[in-house]
Structures are given as structure tokens and as C-alpha cells.
């Protein structure tokens, strides 16, 4: 799932900036207007087709010997029991030919109305089309983009969002990265721990066999630490790192987990949401790792 941050002021006032570059001006009413005079040459402005929904729905229930046939076409020689529906779905997923599958077992597409058109650009509309979105590219000379979504903000659509994303993967790392840091200064702070904002820290029992003048000095490492690279940080999220500290025999790493809430009974969806991300801190002996 694309980690949602559309309720983030920052992050809107970003987007927005992205659709006022790329997104032109708004053309509903004149595309419904030569819509209804061209019907069958515009129809497909005002319809957007879904052939991977039926292909994923039909796939798990058609016979073994339509897998087989699909898979046999694809250059796949393999026997009737290994014609699985995971297999299929692996190969639909790697050339999207969705619709080739749907036509050859007689599935018909989900259709969804279009409700506004936009003039875009070109570079926008090339992105747009590889998501699925309904795009014309010479509407008597404008690229148009149908719009199956209406009284929402186009800075909120999630197509939208996601090519934003695409562009700018660091954003959402330095966020990560910034509330990372905040929380690694707490370590060993004498702090109440239930008062510990966004989440607590854990130390294995390596670490705490050590003696307490140790300990303090590996809190404060852990604080301190600043020597990251690609090689221990390639997401560059800033939530691992692995040290020496004298009188201790073996390297000492930290590492931070992402959790939905204090229960950690699940993975946080967006660690770059403080409100929505609770972290454990581990320290441990390379040893516990």
C-alpha cells in the first residue's frame, strides 16, 4: 500500500504545486458538448474500462485447461497440474495484458463513469495512461485526461499522489529520517517511560548484563550516532546502526521498528506520520541480533 500523507498541510501544498505545473485547465462541459454530437467517436472519453479486476476475480475459478492454453501461449510449456492460478496472475502482472486475457476467456470489463476532463500535459498524460487512466491525446490538439472522480480536490487523487511519489521517494525518507533522529536523542534519558512520546526503547538482556558506566556510554553512542551510509542505511531512513564502545568485546547495534500503536501488533502503515507510528528503539550485542 502507497503510504498515505494527503492529510499533511506540507505535503498538499506540494502536490498542488506538481497539478498547477501539469494539470491545464478544465474542459468538461466542451468535451460533453462534441460528445454528444460525435458519440461513437468520443464514447471512449466517458468510459474507463477495468480488464484486471474480472482477470484477478475469474482467474482462481477457470478450468486448469484455460490456464494451461494462456500459459502455452506465453511460451510456458509446463503440464496441466502445474497451471495454477498464482502462476497466471504472476505473468498477467509482469506484461499486463489484462485485457488479452479477459477477450480470450469472454470476461467483460468493469466500467466506470468519467465525470470531468482535463487539458494536461503531455508528460503527465504518457504517466497518467500507464496507471490505466482514461487518456486522449489529440483532442482536436489538446491531451485530455477523463477524470472518473468528481468533488475531490485533484491534489488528493491517489493516481495523482503516486506519480508525485514517484518523483519525490526522498521527501517521505528525510521525513522518516527527522522523527527518527528526534526519538534516538531520548535514549536512556531520564525520562518517565509511560511519558515517552511515540514510542520506547528496548534493551536486550546482553546489554543489560553490562556494567551501568557501559550502559550510560552506549546510550549516549546510540544518540550520538551519525556514521551512516549506503551500505548500513540504503533507504536513508536513518534506523540502524552498529558501533564499538570500549571494554565491550563485540560491535553493539540499534535498530528501529515501526508499529500501528503501542501494542505492536501490527506494522505501522506510514512511519513518516508521528501521529500514526509507534517506534521501538532495540539495543542489543551483535551477538542478539
Known amino acids: 500500500m502507497r503510504r498515505d500523507r494527503r492529510a499533511d498541510a506540507d505535503y498538499q501544498r506540494a502536490v498542488e504545486k506538481f ?47 484455460k490456464l494451461l492454453k494462456f500459459l502455452e501461449k ?6 496441466t497440474d502445474e497451471a495454477t492460478p498464482s502462476l497466471c496472475l504472476t505473468l498477467l502482472e509482469i506484461d499486463g495484458s489484462w485485457q488479452e486475457f479477459c477477450a480470450a476467456n469472454d470476461l467483460e470489463p468493469h466500467r466506470t463513469e468519467i465525470y470531468e476532463h482535463w487539458i494536461v500535459s503531455d508528460w503527465l ?33 491517489d493516481v ?27 535514549c536512556g534519558m531520564p525520562l518517565f517511560w509511560e511519558h ?17 558506566e557501559t550502559q550510560i556510554s552506549i546510550w549516549a553512542a546510540v544518540r550520538d550516532f551519525t556514521d551512516f551510509s549506503e551500505g548500513n542505511d540504503p533507504h536513508a531512513e536513518r534506523d540502524f546502526g552498529a558501533f564499538t564502545i570500549d571494554d565491550v568485546p563485540e560491535k553493539i547495534f540499534w535498530k528501529i521498528d515501526y508499529f500501528k500503536d503501542a501494542s505492536c501488533s501490527g506494522g505501522a502503515e506510514d512511519p513518516s506520520d508521528a501521529a500514526r507510528c509507534f517506534r521501538i528503539l532495540t539495543v542489543m550485542l551483535a551477538s542478539e541480533y
Do not use: M
Open 19 to 65: 497539478v498547477e505545473r501539469t494539470v491545464i485547465y478544465g474542459v468538461s462541459g466542451l468535451v460533453h458538448e462534441i460528445g454528444k454530437l460525435k458519440p461513437d467517436e468520443w464514447f471512449h472519453l466517458f468510459v474507463q474500462e477495468d480488464w484486471e479486476t474480472p482477470a484477478r476475480e475469474a482467474i482462481p475459478d477457470l478450468p486448469p485447461e
Open 74 to 79: 506465453n511460451s510456458l510449456w509446463i503440464s
Open 125 to 157: 498524460a504518457d504517466k497518467l495512461e500507464a496507471r490505466g487512466e482514461v487518456i486522449e491525446s489529440d483532442f482536436y490538439g489538446l491531451t485530455i485526461w477523463g477524470r472518473a472522480c468528481t468533488g475531490q480536490a485533484i491534489l488528493l487523487d
Open 160 to 186: 495523482i499522489c503516486s506519480i508525485y511519489d514517484e518523483l519525490h521517494p526522498e521527501q517521505e525518507a528525510n521525513r522518516i529520517a527527522e522523527l527518527n533522529d528526534r526519538f534516538r536523542s531520548r
Open 196 to 212: 515517552i512520546p511515540g514510542g520506547d526503547f528496548v534493551f536486550t538482556r546482553g546489554i543489560e548484563a553490562l556494567p551501568p
